[in-house]
């Protein structure tokens, strides 16, 4: 008899109040979003799953979550655009919930009148919906498509939780982070991005090949891409790096409206770099806050004009 292989029960690492920490429990999605069955199926473990190297099936996914733990009734996006995990993206908001809380007693603030803005929001508007959901935030979501400002303009017409507390807005110079998105005399608390990563369509169809291959277990010479991406989605000049120097450096014009701006950085490597950035933009503080899904590393930096009490 073939011994079945035990799966872990939980996913490692992710923030204690990430609603994500256990396995997806497919019968309850199912439940949730029907249309999601058609993708479930037995993986190497005997545990019902989907096919992740798949993004119709991971589009799926998204719905379900989405409907069942952040009660969006309405979620689609475009064919070919960033199709974001879940999981990831929730640790984000938990951790920038911490980082608020920091200046607030050590309670995270939660309601309207705490604005946030997702600078680069996208087709998906993932980050409003969890940050809304978990804390009743407000966002600005703000980006240089206007395919994508579309989608999210839907998502948020057909959300009723979405009609109030999330405004988007086009970005219409590609090399300005926040003029032509914040007022001069707006306040918010914090900023989050999720910045392009690679720095060519080269680079970033390089990775998909290796994550294609890593999901399927086989060479693909045309993998789909199974979290989809557009051109400003994936990559920019530079890559992540550039983009978050530039948006350190554009930060400091806006540094009496923001309590704190941070951004997501998947390279490890780039950190030596954007501290050096930093200390030259004169912030009164900054901090590197590490992530963990599964077997991926991430971390969040943060920085901040506003002087604080030593610790």
Not at 83 to 108: F, M, Q, T, W
Not at 180 to 199: G, R, W
């Amino acid at each position: 008899m073939t011994k079945k292989k035990i799966s872990p029960n939980t996913k490692a690492k992710l923030h204690p109040r990430n609603k994500h920490n256990e396995r997806y429990n497919f019968e309850e999605l199912i439940k949730t979003l029907p249309e999601l069955e058609s993708f479930v199926r037995p993986n190497q473990y005997e545990d019902l799953s989907i096919d992740f190297s798949k993004q119709d099936a991971v589009k799926a996914l998204n719905k379900a979550l989405l409907k069942q733990y952040y009660n969006i009734n309405f979620w689609d996006i475009p064919e070919g655009f960033l199709c974001s995990p879940i999981p990831g993206r929730a640790d984000y908001i938990h951790y920038v919930a911490d980082l608020l809380a920091e200046s607030n007693g050590g309670k995270v603030p939660t309601g309207e009148k705490i604005i946030c803005l997702d600078i680069g929001v996208g087709a998906n508007c993932v980050y409003p919906i969890i940050g809304n959901s978990e804390y009743s935030w407000s966002f600005i979501g703000s980006d240089i498509s206007e395919k994508s400002l579309a989608s999210a303009e839907a998502i948020k017409n057909n959300n009723e939780s979405l009609k109030q507390s999330l405004k988007l807005r086009l970005q219409d110079n590609p090399t300005s982070t926040f003029r032509s998105v914040l007022n001069p005399e707006e306040k918010i608390a914090v900023t989050i991005c999720n910045p392009p990563f690679h720095a060519s369509a080269e680079a970033a169809q390089s990775s998909n090949f290796r994550k294609a291959k890593n999901l399927t277990g086989s060479q693909n010479e045309n993998p789909e891409l199974n979290f989809g991406g557009q051109h400003n989605e994936l990559w920019c000049e530079g890559g992540e790096l550039t983009f978050i120097k530039n948006m350190i450096f554009h930060s400091r014009e806006f540094k009496e409206n923001c309590e704190w701006f941070t951004s997501l950085v998947s390279k490890k490597d780039n950190l030596r770099s954007l501290k050096k950035a930093l200390k030259e933009a004169e912030v009164s503080k900054f901090k590197v806050i590490p992530m963990g899904q599964g077997n991926k590393v991430s971390r969040i930096i943060a920085w901040t004009y506003i002087p604080q009490e030593k610790e």
